[in-house]
């Protein structure tokens, strides 16, 4: 099984982060009336359950492959990570423009914003940490000339990206609710602050579709990209039992686990023994190429081809 560590280091330290955050966050809104910070409490509380649940998705795509699931469970972290985009769409982003409109209807004054600041301060800090950890996740399977960007498009852990892209969108709605707060201060006018609740709920609805999309995209079967599949197809290409190679398919299962079919033609006249040797040499040239690749199969027409 995969070394899941460096992945759940990041979802426990965004665990804490945004639990302790969220605390802050609604005390300080309560004693100040600020609805950004209202509004950023319910943010960093809705963070906290999903990174509950990524660990959820963690524990279940390590259980071991079953008569239901011959291929294993890796697919579930992908599952869950959808079920967090929901979450952050709905909860997050829903709850945050909700409570920006209504204060938009319903304006109150602000009152003494000392403290809002201390703790956007004190919470940037801690989402700035966890947001580095998440980042240097991602950095392990960044290729050279890849922006961030790039590699979260390319990145097959969906718990380490998830976190990526729910602190990226943490740190920019820390500074609107700042820059809410700080324009109802400065101009008198406190629709500054709500307005900054709606700019951040529409920054979550921003990264919930961002998720979604990258999850579902896993979560129904993506290849290991053109480039790897290319590489893969190479690396059967030559060894020298093959004759020809028709078409090499693959299927993400896992952040850690590769199906790879392949149909190819055997050199003719070639004895099944011969051909027992070359796909176990085959298998390990492509272990050896990429350990996540854990299924490797060839088509069975292929192998009767061999044998005529």
């Known amino acids: 099984m995969p070394d899941n560590r460096g992945t759940r280091k990041v979802i426990y330290a965004a665990i804490v982060a945004n639990l302790a955050i969220a605390a802050a966050k609604f005390v300080v809104a309560a004693i100040t009336g600020s609805a ?35 291929f294993g469970y890796g697919k579930a972290v992908y599952f869950w990570a959808l ?39 004190i919470a940037f800090v801690f989402e700035g940490y966890s947001w580095n950890l998440s980042r240097l996740g991602l950095n392990k399977a960044r290729k050279d ?21 729910e602190d990226s969108a943490a740190l920019l709605g820390l500074l609107v609710a700042a820059a809410g707060i700080a324009l109802s201060q400065w101009t008198g006018n406190p629709l500054f602050d709500p307005a900054a609740s709606v700019v951040i709920g529409l920054l979550l609805v921003g990264a919930a579709f961002t998720l979604a999309r990258e999850t579902g995209d896993l979560l129904v079967g993506e290849s290991v990209g053109h480039e790897e599949t290319g590489a893969l197809r190479d ?74």
């Open 83 to 121: 079920i967090v985009a929901l979450s952050v769409f709905s909860l997050g982003g829903g709850l945050t423009i909700y409570h920006g409109v209504h204060g938009l209807l319903h304006p109150e004054p602000l009152g003494d914003p000392l403290w809002n600041y201390v703790v956007l301060a």
């Open 235 to 308: 690396i059967i290409c030559a060894d020298e039992a093959i004759g020809k190679v028709e078409r090499v398919l693959t299927m993400q299962m896992g952040p850690d686990d590769i199906l790879v079919t392949a149909s190819v033609q055997f050199r003719r006249g070639m004895r099944i023994d011969e051909v027992e040797h070359a796909i176990e040499r085959l298998e390990n040239t492509v272990r050896a190429h990429n350990p996540a690749v854990r299924t490797l199969y060839f088509e069975s027409a292929a192998l009767r081809s061999s044998l005529r």
């Open 145 to 165: 000339g890849d922006n961030l960007w790039q590699t979260v498009r390319a990145s097959k852990d969906a718990s380490v990206f998830a976190v990526f892209i």
């Open 36 to 70: 950004a910070m209202a509004a950023e409490g319910v943010h960093s509380a809705v963070d906290t359950g999903n990174e509950a649940l990524l660990l959820i998705g963690e524990k279940s795509a390590n259980r071991p492959p079953d008569h239901a699931h011959p």
